[in-house]
């Protein structure tokens, strides 16, 4: 395949991810929550991504309303949460309605649990192209690399995708692994995390970087990582759901005309269904 040859070349300028070893138990939620959002934060670096979505900024200059459609497996079904309010695309709604009060924002779930690329592209037509959103948020990979299955396939999977997106208008954002040991242990992660990497670079599409945000808050001691993984190994919890859609709605804010782009701090109390 072509595309996946060219990418191949390009892979000695990709830095690999780095692990963080876990000791997964069930995590919680502790404290009131204007505390509990400051562990969440991240240096700045994390939610300014670098490549473009026009409509998403023209969106949000207008002050109107912003469709998005969150494509993806189990962390975006929100397999781990202890009710599906806390899944992440349903806690990226209720962050950008507090940094966007005055602006109409949906975020629609359509994560299905064990499914990779090519499947989640079988049925693009009824869960992103009907929907006619304004961004598209595509996570993949994780499945293909604990399963074994064609990186080359995955590459090609993504492409034809964001191809399809993009003629139709819409905004790509791809999603970026988590930090989690069966993800750490899978014999070919690096080829799939570096190969999205450079889907990224070579498509001019942002990739939300999951892990490194995940690696630092462990490193960090802002999160034990049993806090933020469960102990199946893999999927996500509150905690890590809740946080992450804080941070993922301050990089969405982030491409707002700057006249426009809310505080930080204007979402700290935004509510959740927590574990207790």
């Given amino acids: ?55 998403v900024s023209q969106r949000l200059a207008e002050g109107k309303q912003l469709t998005i459609v969150a494509l993806g497996a189990s962390s975006t079904e929100g397999v781990g949460a202890s009710t599906r309010a806390n899944a992440y695309p349903e806690r990226l709604e209720a962050e950008l309605h507090a940094l966007f009060p005055n602006i109409a924002i949906t975020v629609h779930n359509k994560g299905i649990g064990g499914e990779d690329a090519g499947q989640m592209l079988a049925r693009f037509e009824r869960d992103v192209l009907a929907i006619e959103p304004d961004l598209l948020i595509w996570q993949a990979g994780v499945n ?3 399963k074994g299955w064609p990186l080359e396939q995955f590459v090609e999977n993504m492409s034809v995708g964001i191809d399809i997106a993009r003629k139709h208008g819409i905004d790509v954002m791809m999603m970026g692994p988590q930090n989690a040991p ?4 899978a014999p070919h992660r690096r080829q799939f995390s570096d190969h999205m990497m450079l889907i990224s670079r070579v498509k001019d599409v942002p990739i939300f970087p999951r892990f490194r945000i995940m690696t630092h808050w462990m ?16 999927h996500m919890t509150d905690t890590s759901y809740y946080c992450l859609s804080r941070v993922l709605a301050q990089a969405i804010a982030a491409y707002a005309p700057k006249a426009d782009a809310p505080k930080p701090e204007a979402a700290r109390t935004a509510g959740f269904a927590s574990r207790r």
């Fill in 219 to 234: 490193q960090s001691g802002a999160f034990r990582p049993d806090e933020l993984i469960g102990s199946d190994g893999l």
């Fill in 144 to 146: 293909a690399a604990i």
């Fill in 1 to 55: 395949m072509a595309l996946f040859a060219a990418l191949t070349l390009g892979l000695p300028a990709v830095a690999a991810d780095r692990a963080v070893v876990h000791t997964p138990v069930v995590p919680a939620m502790t404290g009131d929550v204007e505390k509990f959002a400051m562990r969440c934060d991240v240096p700045a670096e994390f939610s300014r991504l670098q490549h473009p979505m026009p409509l």
């Fill in 182 to 185: 069966r993800y750490v242990n």
